[in-house]
């Protein structure tokens, strides 16, 4: 296929998307209970769907067409504009998080904790919108983000207003991406522009990222543009201070970002002025967030209520369910949920720290750190309780800058693309059993091939025989 052929593809599968949540996106007045036969069976049933998965295989397979052979950076942003810029007139889809964004901004102007309240405090204004399951859950993010969602509703002045304010948000962490990547890539021996079309042109950065919107978008730009602060730094306070606040400023949107300062410190250069300035800008910008706010550190507890949701998307989470479907055959209560997650939590611990160690002792400390964090981001979301589509795009950003095995994200990616409807209704959901019997299965098959694949190419080629 051409350049052309795979831009107009994508676009293809943009309009689509567009049509499909235009027809039956994440809409205020959509049906918080919807299943995938409800929505067939519902007005333009079989148009939303198809509209949804034609649209999203096209952009996939266009996306997937062209990461070995884009021209230039102008030729990607160029294309990837086209491919996500109209989401931004387009419904939210993909997800409900947004309705949830909004009331906890407009708590937040009425001087309600949004760390302490659900939403029913108010209760919010556009209460109806948010899912039965959140209405009165606390958030789970950061203090920046809140006061980034109060803006939206104070600028906006309307349920669409506000969507639209916080898509300018992420739009916004989306430029800041295609700014800071290519720095990382260069720094890594990866072509800008492959590194710049694996990140922003995938199936998940338009209709997710932009189109939901996310507040992954703001965290991402914040600690993309922080690492290639540290890159061209030189080792330089004046720009490794901005960086860790930058930092600290992507930690107060979302926590994850945490798992990126100990790597950013390593690859700043001599290690203990780096922690110094890096962790000291970092715990400035977080402090004083905090205060500003006037929200206290409720925020750091609370963010981890989202793990009240069970779904086998989370692979610590499906190997828990499928223990606990085999433990009920003996005893009704027997709950291995609980344990598996906390196991994975444990495991996460010690690979963050088997990964910093690695790169610390890399002959290219920088380019081996940065590495680092990518990694580190992809086992973030590999062995959290919780893992949404999107999450995805996490150690994504960071991998296609930092090394050119990038097949096992993107299948992932791919995967992930196809696993919600346009309403948002998460596809595991409904099918819990078989779906975390088959998901443990495949990850079981997916380890011994990776451990076999491993110890293969570490064992050392024989030596050829010689005739004496």
């Not at 209704?425 to 099918?431: D, Y």
């Amino acid at each position: 296929m051409s350049l052309t052929g795979i831009r107009y593809l994508g676009l293809a599968g943009t309009v689509l998307l567009v049509i499909g949540g235009r027809l039956g996106g994440a809409l205020p007045t959509a049906d918080l209970d919807a299943t995938p036969a409800s929505v067939a069976r519902g007005p333009h049933g079989l148009v939303i769907l198809a509209c949804w998965l034609v649209g999203t295989g096209l952009q996939a397979y266009a996306w997937w067409s062209g990461r070995d052979r884009t021209p230039s950076v102008r030729w990607v942003l160029v294309t990837a504009a086209l491919w996500t810029l109209p989401f931004l007139l387009a419904p939210p889809m993909g997800s409900r998080d947004v309705y949830s964004y909004v009331c906890q901004g407009e708590m937040f102007r009425h001087g309600i904790d949004p760390y302490h309240h659900g939403v029913n405090a108010l209760p919010c204004t556009w209460i109806d919108t948010v899912s039965m399951n959140w209405r009165d859950t606390v958030t789970p993010y950061g203090p920046l983000f809140i006061l980034i969602a109060a803006a939206a509703v104070a600028v906006g002045a309307s349920l669409a207003g506000a969507i639209f304010m916080l898509r300018l948000a992420a739009l916004a962490g989306i430029v800041a991406v295609a700014v800071a990547l290519p720095p990382l890539a260069r720094r890594c021996g990866i072509p800008p522009q492959r590194a710049l079309w694996l990140a922003l042109a995938g199936p998940l950065a338009g209709a997710h990222l932009l189109a939901a919107p996310h507040n992954d978008a703001v965290m991402l730009g914040l600690a993309v543009v922080a690492l290639a602060l540290i890159v061209r730094s030189g080792a330089r306070t004046s720009w490794l201070l901005p960086a860790g606040a930058l930092l600290g400023l992507a930690i107060s949107v979302k926590l994850t970002a945490l798992v990126i300062v100990p790597f950013a410190i390593l690859a700043a250069g001599p290690l203990r002025r780096a922690a110094v300035t890096i962790g000291g800008g970092a715990a400035a910008a977080l402090v004083t967030l905090t205060v500003a706010s006037g929200l206290g550190w409720g925020w750091i507890p609370a963010t981890g209520v989202g793990t009240s949701l069970i779904q086998f998307t989370s692979p610590p989470t499906a190997v828990g369910m499928t223990l606990t479907y085999l433990g009920k055959t003996v005893h009704p209560g027997f709950d291995a949920v609980p344990v598996v997650r906390a196991l994975a939590v444990v495991l996460l611990a010690a690979t963050l720290v088997h990964l910093w160690w690695r790169a610390y002792r890399a002959a290219d400390r920088t380019r081996a750190a940065l590495h680092g964090a990518a990694l580190a981001l992809a086992a973030t979301v590999l062995l959290a309780p919780v893992l949404h589509p999107w999450y995805l795009l996490w150690p994504l950003t960071l991998l296609a800058a930092t090394t050119r095995r990038t097949t096992a994200i993107m299948a992932a990616t791919v995967v992930c693309a196809f696993s919600v409807l346009p309403d948002g209704g998460g596809l595991a959901r409904f099918v819990k059993f078989p779906g975390a019997p088959i998901a443990t299965v495949l990850l079981a098959v997916l380890l011994v091939m990776a451990i076999r694949r491993r110890t293969g190419s570490a064992q050392p080629t024989p030596e050829p025989a010689t005739s004496s």
